[in-house]
């Protein structure tokens, strides 16, 4: 299309993207959310993945032809790493046992890239060459993450139907960035690599539109809390109760609280530790104003 390599499925997934992100500005820009901000990030990434991925390579291009598959292989690892950490940061999802998890996993990727794409190339002037030499450990760990994140959030104890849906997403979104590698062994197919990391980004797309409905179907039990939170006695809109100083995390977890659930049975539907659990609660009984769960419930105990 339009005289570059660009294929018609890449440019559909690129406007698509573009709408998806417009509309989350406009949602941060209202609700002025760290989380929705964090989205932003990630669609911008998917953005500039589908635009670097679709139009390069190109003759017009200044420089020698490997400083397009620099910026292409950059982009592409940016996002995959960002979709990891997004998980993480949003949900709790601490795959391996060490906190630095995330910038390990950055390290392996870009390091990875460097000593395994770009050193061969250099010595061997093979663009496919330094492609396999790269993906194929690259597949390899990928696939070893993918496991141990599967394996670390399907477990069937006490299932909460919210969580369950957002962990089979998920489930999809580190499976499209597992497959990355593999349809760059395979070959330039942009059908089929955009389309799969693009399902990752419609998966997480779907989860917070589900997490956006799970609040308001509980903002009854959340309306007090915020009310205090904001230091208001007058009505406040659904956008407001959506918009407390709790974050999205802290929101789903006082629901849970306020549900009656213990910390341990949170836990587990929330597949999180209950250390996670504890330490979420504590931050929510300080931004309320409770010293402990017994005040909370007590002060904000849905009427």
């Given at each position: ?5 660009i ?28 989380s ?60 391996l ?38 993906t ?22 006490n ?17 499209a ?9 395979i ?46 006695t ?8 959506i ?5 999205r ?28 659990v ?26």
């Open positions: 299309m339009f005289g570059t390599e294929h018609w499925t890449t440019f559909f997934y690129l406007l698509i993207d573009t709408v998806i992100v417009l509309f989350a500005f406009y949602q941060s820009r209202k609700l002025n959310r760290n929705l901000k964090r989205f932003l990030y990630l669609g911008l990434l998917f953005i500039a993945y589908n635009a670097s991925g679709g139009f390069l390579p190109t003759e017009s291009f200044p420089g020698p032809l490997i400083i397009q598959y620099i910026i292409t292989y950059g982009v592409a690892i940016t996002l995959c790493v960002y979709i990891v950490y997004y998980l993480y940061k949003e949900y709790d999802f601490v795959v046992a060490f906190r630095s998890s995330i910038r390990n996993l950055a390290i392996v990727a870009f390091g990875g890239f460097i000593i395994l794409y770009l050193i061969p190339y250099f010595f061997t002037t093979s663009l496919n060459t330094a492609r396999l030499l790269y194929v450990p690259i597949s390899i760990v990928a696939f070893i993450f993918l496991g141990i994140f599967y394996k670390r959030i399907s477990h069937p104890k299932p909460n139907s919210f969580i369950v849906r957002r962990n089979k997403l998920s489930i999809i979104s580190v499976t960035i597992a497959l990355l590698p593999i349809c760059t062994v070959g330039d197919y942009q059908w089929i690599t955009f389309t799969i990391m693009n399902i990752a980004f419609y998966a997480i797309s779907v989860i917070e539109v589900d997490r956006h409905l799970f609040f308001l179907e509980n903002k009854n039990k959340l309306y007090e809390v915020f009310l205090f939170n904001k230091g208001r007058e009505a406040i809109n659904e956008s407001e109760v918009n407390g100083n709790l974050t995390r802290e929101i789903e977890i006082a629901v849970s609280i306020l549900s009656k659930l213990s910390y341990k049975r949170i836990a587990e539907d929330l597949y999180i530790a209950e250390s996670t504890s330490k979420h609660a504590s931050n929510i009984f300080k931004k309320t104003g409770v010293k402990n769960r017994t005040q909370f419930t007590k002060r904000f105990d849905s009427k």
